[in-house]
């Protein structure tokens, strides 16, 4: 290295060193001060340290605001409760090694309060708001602001609860908006080390956020809280339980419990610098912990007038005429007791003889769209029903997916019935008379002997029109090849038939669905009592099972689990529903079966399984050629039209993805899994709903984020599928790659450069019509716009494939793909998403 170039170095580092000298600091060394009216500001620009007042001029804290925002934010506040009577205090970094805020008199107003052997150490804010002491020369923490909150939750802090001390870490609210120092008002973790967050004024709950499930919890609104990389984290060896949360940018997002103990989630608008609410928890009667007291449920359906509380099924109020008044502290008691606690109790005293019981039995009624109520219990069981019949101290339970069956064994408190949403409860209550129809076996005998008779004839009647009706369907759809064998289903399957499942539709040209109705015992003989061997897969709702009927046909068997929540009108329902939608790319409905707690589908057989069993595997890719692709997207595209569009029923599928798209033997595409769509109104185009359905990945933006779903939501998971069949690689499959975080990621900038030819996949290349494909890609990328309304429907999509005219509009640029993407109020960048997945992994 020659000198000159040495010398050079060396200014050029001086010059740097200086620059560092002059420019902000973000530490504070021992011995420093920092003096009323300096800041520290984190390396980053995002934080700032230093005094502020806030109301009252004279009262001066010490605390940590966002760093250039005009409205200052404070998220942090060391003497909350002991302000410096005027611009005399500072901060000093003591030499006993602790960080303290003294009065112009030198008296300590706050203090770190550590005992440290190490007599130096530094203390640094950094860029996610975290002011940490350490010690000087080994760099260990000492003491850091996040594990000292005030009443802002920020990105990288914890929500934690210590189970072995019973140490809860909480969030307590400021007095008033102007006034920092300690408010009524409390967050923190069940100290019961439930998975659940609690809100308490004083000490006594006052909001319940409801259990954890699946990325958010039950009572909460803010769908898919895991989209912000909010997650759970249960560290059983340090017997630390916590939430923490992670967005893409550290700096966004925001939880506050506000002074009136509203806890307020806020996201920060870069080019506005405006802070804009993402989600504010519903202040509302049934909002407030235990509101109707024990075993009362607070619901907001109907009109005002009516009372807020009843109570639940099988309780009546404590004290009636307070009750009526609307003093619904006392609660609910039992109309009848329990059978299982009169046996115990009289076994426990003269005999345990069951001859006490009179013949009455317990038994589950079930309400819908719960916030559960507190203080639940979870039992490792799949049997939740007979778990709780069989354990007399079980009050109720609730067979939630995701987490498994949850039972009560105290009162039910605060329970909350939702419009929609929410989950299912089984409350058990006594003295029911089995021949309510609570008891199985009292069902089957009168059902068999009193009814058999007047049942056989309705069967023979009933088959009698449905044969004409088969007959008639399969003439109008022109498959006059097929008739013969779906005939000898029916005439062969007439062992296992037990009926008719028929909907009369009114007003509607006379048109009516039939579906016919099989026995457990039929479909368990044409799957050999559903043996592994016949087993085709497992989907979200249930396996699927290979059968041959007695004509040798074969058909797919889905079994839902009994544990999928459903009841049975729902049920029936959506099987009617599905049996309505007839199209050569849709998979097709054969029958059902509902008997007791079993419900099944047959289906169609399709012998080359799902799409992505071919289109991700490497071998068998090749058999995939261009024009075979090319059709299969094309049939999607027609199925998925119909859905939307042609059905009459405007279905909007939901869950769309290569594993859905089943194939027949001519490899032609047909869609399946119905199960998750639901019909919505004429003119409504977007639905909200609370339980997410669908695959991320797949899931447009609104509808990952906000739950909104709409024909275009499938429109964008269609736009994905699209690029998987061109590109042959899963949409998943890119997080590993730092540089594109999803397939759209991937083919964007290919596309925008002109390289398309790169990223289709090589098996397809040489047979390819470039031209086609390119059109395509075009196609695919205007499906996965994040705008709803810059995306087309069905019917373009259908249009631009089939004809080769010229397009089109050109696709904007996703969000995520650039760096600094725009970000509009009130969405956010799919980024947040992918960060996610991350952290669901
Ligand atoms: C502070 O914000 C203003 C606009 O609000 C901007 O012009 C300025 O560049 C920012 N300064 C820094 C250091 O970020
Ligand atoms: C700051 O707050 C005041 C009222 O407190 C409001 O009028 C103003 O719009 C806010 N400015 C910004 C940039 O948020
Ligand atoms: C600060 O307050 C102290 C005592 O209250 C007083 O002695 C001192 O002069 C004040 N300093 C200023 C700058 O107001
Ligand atoms: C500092 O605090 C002490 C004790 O709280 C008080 O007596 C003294 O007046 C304060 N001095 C100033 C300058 O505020
Ligand atoms: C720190 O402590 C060591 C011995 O414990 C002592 O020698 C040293 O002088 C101290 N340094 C300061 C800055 O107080
Ligand atoms: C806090 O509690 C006190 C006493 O119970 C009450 O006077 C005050 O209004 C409460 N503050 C808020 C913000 O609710
Ligand atoms: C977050 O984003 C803002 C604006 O895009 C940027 O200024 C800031 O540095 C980012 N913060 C972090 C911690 O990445
Ligand atoms: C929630 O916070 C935002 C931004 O800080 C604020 O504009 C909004 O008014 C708050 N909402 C409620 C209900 O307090
Ligand atoms: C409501 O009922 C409880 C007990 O039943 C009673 O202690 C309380 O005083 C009542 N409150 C009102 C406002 O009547
Ligand atoms: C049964 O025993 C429990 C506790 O021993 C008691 O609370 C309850 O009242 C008893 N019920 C009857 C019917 O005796
Ligand atoms: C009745 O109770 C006795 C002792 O508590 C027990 O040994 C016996 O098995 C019980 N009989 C029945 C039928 O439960
Ligand atoms: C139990 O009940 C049966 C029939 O009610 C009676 O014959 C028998 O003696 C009873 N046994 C006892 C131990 O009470």
Not at 238 to 260: C, H, I, K, V
Not at 706 to 719: A, M, R
Not at 741 to 766: A, S
């Amino acid at each position: 290295m020659s000198p000159l170039l040495l010398l050079l170095l060396l200014f050029l580092f001086s010059i740097l060193f200086i620059i560092h000298c002059t420019s902000a600091m973000d530490s504070l060394l021992q011995g420093q001060s920092l003096k009323d009216g300096q800041t520290l500001i984190s390396s980053g620009q995002v934080f700032e340290l230093g005094f502020f007042s806030s109301g009252n001029p004279l009262h001066r804290y010490v605390g940590i605001w966002y760093y250039n925002i005009s409205n200052q934010t404070v998220v942090w506040v060391a003497n909350r409760d002991n302000p410096v009577t005027n611009t005399t205090g500072s901060l000093i970094m003591a030499t006993n090694g602790n960080l303290q805020v003294i009065n112009g008199s030198g008296a300590i107003i706050w203090s770190t309060n550590i005992f440290t052997s190490s007599n130096s150490s530094t203390a640094k804010l950094n860029d996610y708001g975290n002011l940490i002491l350490e010690t000087t020369d080994d760099k260990t923490m000492l003491w850091q602001s996040f594990d000292h909150p005030s009443d802002t939750f920020l990105p990288g802090m914890k929500l934690s609860l210590n189970i072995k001390t019973g140490e809860n870490q909480l969030f307590t609210s400021w007095k008033s908006p102007s006034d920092p120092s300690k408010g009524n008002y409390s967050l923190g973790m069940d100290p019961s080390g439930s998975a659940q967050i609690f809100i308490w004024e004083g000490n006594l709950p006052r909001w319940r956020s409801g259990q954890w499930v699946g990325g958010t919890f039950i009572g909460t609104k803010m769908r898919a809280l895991n989209i912000y990389g909010f997650s759970l984290t249960n560290d059983q060896q340090e017997g630390m339980m916590y939430f923490t949360f992670a967005p893409a940018n550290s700096s966004l997002l925001r939880f506050a419990l506000q002074y009136d103990g509203v806890e307020n989630t806020s996201i920060l608008v870069p080019q506005t610098k405006q802070w804009n609410s993402v989600w504010v928890q519903p202040v509302n009667e049934c909002e407030i912990y235990g509101h109707c007291g024990i075993n009362g449920m607070c619901s907001l359906v109907g009109d005002s007038s009516s009372p807020a509380c009843s109570c639940l099924q099988g309780f009546q109020p404590k004290f009636p005429s307070e009750w009526n008044n609307g003093n619904w502290s006392a609660g609910c008691v039992r109309t009848t007791q329990l059978e299982c606690e009169i046996l115990l109790n009289s076994s426990s005293t003269t005999s345990n003889n069951s001859s006490e019981t009179k013949g009455k039995i317990d038994g589950f009624v079930q309400i819908e769209r719960l916030k559960l109520p507190d203080f639940s219990e979870w039992v490792n069981t799949d049997g939740c029903e007979s778990y709780c019949m069989s354990n007399c101290s079980c009050k109720a339970y609730a067979y939630v997916t995701s987490i498994g069956c949850l039972v009560w064994s105290r009162d039910l408190i605060d329970i909350y019935q939702f419009s929609d949403g929410g989950q299912d409860l089984f409350i058990k209550v006594g003295g029911l008379d089995p021949r309510d129809g609570s008891s199985k076996i009292w069902i089957t005998i009168v059902v068999a002997s009193v009814m058999g008779v007047a049942i056989l004839l309705l069967v023979i009647c009933m088959w009698w029109r449905f044969n004409a009706k088969i007959k008639e369907w399969w003439k109008k759809d022109g498959r006059k090849e097929n008739i013969s064998s779906s005939l000898q289903l029916s005439t062969d399957a007439r062992s296992g038939f037990s009926g008719v499942l028929e909907q009369q539709e009114e007003g509607q040209e006379g048109e009516s669905v039939q579906l016919p109705v099989y026995t457990v015992d039929f479909i368990a003989s044409v799957t050999d009592n559903f043996d592994e061997s016949n087993k085709l897969g497992e989907g979200g709702f249930g396996i699927v099972y290979k059968g041959v009927l007695p004509g040798g046909e074969k058909v797919a068997i889905k079994r839902l689990s009994r544990s999928s929540g459903q009841g049975l009108e729902q049920f029936k329902n959506e099987v009617l529903l599905i049996a309505k939608l007839q199209h050569r790319n849709l998979v097709r409905l054969l029958g059902c079966c509902i008997q007791g707690e079993e419900k099944m589908l047959i289906y169609e057989f399709m012998p080359n399984k799902s799409l992505d069993a071919f289109l991700f595997d490497p071998r068998k890719k090749e058999m995939l050629g261009w024009s075979k692709r090319f059709e299969i997207i094309q049939g999607i595209a027609r199925g998925l039209l119909y859905l939307h569009r042609d059905s009459r029923l405007r279905i909007v599928h939901r869950d769309l993805k290569a594993s859905n798209i089943l194939l027949d033997e001519e490899m032609n595409p047909k869609i399946s899994d119905f199960g998750m769509a639901r019909i919505f109104g004429g003119d409504q185009n977007e639905a909200n709903t609370n339980t997410l359905v669908g695959t991320y990945g797949y899931m447009s933006p609104e509808y990952a984020m906000e739950g909104l779903f709409s024909v275009k939501s499938d429109v964008y998971s269609f736009g994905v599928l699209m690029l998987e069949i061109i590109t042959g690689r899963r949409n998943n499959s890119f997080y590993h790659l730092e540089d594109s975080p999803n397939i759209i990621g991937y083919v964007w900038p290919l596309w925008n450069e002109g390289r398309v030819m790169e990223l289709i996949d090589e098996n397809i290349q040489k047979t390819c019509s470039a031209q086609q494909v390119s059109r395509c890609v075009h196609i695919g990328l205007l499906c996965v716009q994040d705008r709803v309304n810059d995306r087309p429907d069905m019917s373009a999509v259908v249009l631009m494939l089939e004809s080769g005219g010229a397009i089109l509009q050109t696709p904007k640029q996703p969000t995520f793909v650039s760096e600094r993407g725009p970000i509009e109020t009130g969405q956010f960048s799919v980024n947040d998403l992918t960060i996610s997945i991350f952290s669901a992994r």
